[in-house]
């Protein structure tokens, strides 16, 4: 049992891990899997007082985060995929600042995973397996490791809005794939396949431009889809940014231009091997500050700029966009 001193002076019982589940992760398989880990749990965190959340909706595991770390918990766990470890980074962080949310203790609380979801492509850059034992048995060791989080900002309904990100941020036909992928979710991880066949459809190669760590504006012709990456995987285990390392302070840009559907077809195999970066039409760049938008004055009123943007595979809102990194703003349990 482990108490701590609250604002006032009291004594506030505060859990040592709390851990977020989202019921709905994985196709629905989260829980299922959640449930089954019910005696591990209890051996393993035998001498800690241990927390369990249930998300009831999208965004509750960012409010569930955010109090577990005002309180002061050791640890706040995700548990589910990609989806939910975005939702439990961004409560890491005061609302609407980039400011790291204090804990009462002190000490700042340390983000787990415990991965259960479809995709489930942040853990690969560390070359953990989607294993829910041996990632309890990983956290329970409390070794951290302090990891970068990249921030995004872009328009959304009417006005500018920013996420934290911890995985990827990208936009264009990639965005427009990620919004495709939940119909598709039953298919496990052919749903990016379907989602990309599917988006393609839709999607039109655009002229946009870009600054780089606040120089000048750079054009980017015909721009199929630009990944803003922290880690090494998305889409399911594509391996989109094979030199990103979370904690290197920068994040890791990968610019795709002239890109025809059949293009990704023949390119399918060297984007899972990471072997892409030579190919013709992409280009790679590794920034601390991104700014991107339409090029032409048509296109560039807010609201009405092409490209979708997304944040670990959540949507977020449209171009115009900007990202940065916080270096080391979160101790990872490792
Ligand atoms: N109780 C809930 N009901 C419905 N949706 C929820 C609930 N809790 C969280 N969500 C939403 O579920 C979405 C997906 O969650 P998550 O990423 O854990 O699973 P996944 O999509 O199967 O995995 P991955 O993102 O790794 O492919 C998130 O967008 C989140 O907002």
Redesign the pocket.
Known sequence: MTEAMTADGGVDDVDDFLFII??????GQ?LKRWRQLAPELEATFKDFKVGQA????????TTLARDACKKGVLGVIAV????????VVNGFFEEDTAKVVSSRRGKRTALGIVPA?????FIRSFGWKADSRAALARLVRGQRKAIDVGRVTCWDNGKMKSRFFINEADLGLTALVGRG?PPW?WLGGLSYSAATVQAFFSHVNTDLRMKVDGGPWQAVPQNTGTIVANAQYFG?GMKIAPKADPADGQLDVLAMSHFRWYDFLRSSPRLFAGTHIDLKGVTALRVKTLEIEAALEGDKVPGRQPFLVQAD??PLGTLPASFSILPGAIDLLV
Request: proline share 6%; hydrophobic share 15%; aromatic share 0%.
């Open positions: 989202n019921p709905k992760g994985g196709n989260t249930l998300t009831t909706g999208p965004a509750h595991a589910g995929g990609d989806g939910t470890i975005h939702e979801g479809t995709g489930s492509d992928v979710k399911g595979g959540e």
